[in-house]
Nanobody, 123 residues
Framework: QVQLVESGGGLVQAGGSLRLSCVAS????????MGWFRQAPGKEREFVAQ????????YYAHSVKGRFTISRDSAKNLVYLQMNSLTPEDTAVYYC????????????????WGKGTLVTVSS
């Protein structure tokens, strides 16, 4: 079993930056796919970014590419999401995800989720 705990959310003005962190406990996840999803009020949970388990290759949603950067510290079971040039459209609860497979796929089949951290971007 893996427990994921996010931190780093908060209120920021448009154009600002935040860094989200997710720490995994229970067992090592250094070779698991890990990533971030987000869910805005009234919308479905959507993919933001992920880092592949074996290769470390990163993938991003089109809406955040060039602004967000995902990284991991395997020794500390941590994954980060650096978010720059934030806009009000980035306002959402951000969820950390991990899976035993090499890549994250549909939210409905992902093994592990954190409880989320709220990011609010004011205009």
């Amino acid at each position: 079993q893996v427990q994921l705990v996010e931190s780093g959310g908060g209120l920021v003005q448009a154009g600002g930056s935040l860094r989200l962190s997710c720490v995994a406990s229970g067992r090592t996840v250094s070779r698991n796919a890990m990533g971030w999803f987000r869910q805005a009020p009234g919308k479905e949970r959507e993919f933001v970014a992920q880092i592949a388990g074996s290769s470390g290759v990163t993938y991003y949603a089109h809406s955040v590419k060039g602004r967000f950067t995902i990284s991991r510290d395997s020794a500390k079971n941590l994954v980060y999401l650096q978010m720059n040039s934030l806009t009000p459209e980035d306002t959402a609860v951000y969820y950390c995800a991990a899976d035993s497979s090499d890549l994250l796929s549909s939210p409905s089949v992902i093994d592990y989720w954190g409880k989320g951290t709220l990011v609010t971007v004011s205009s």
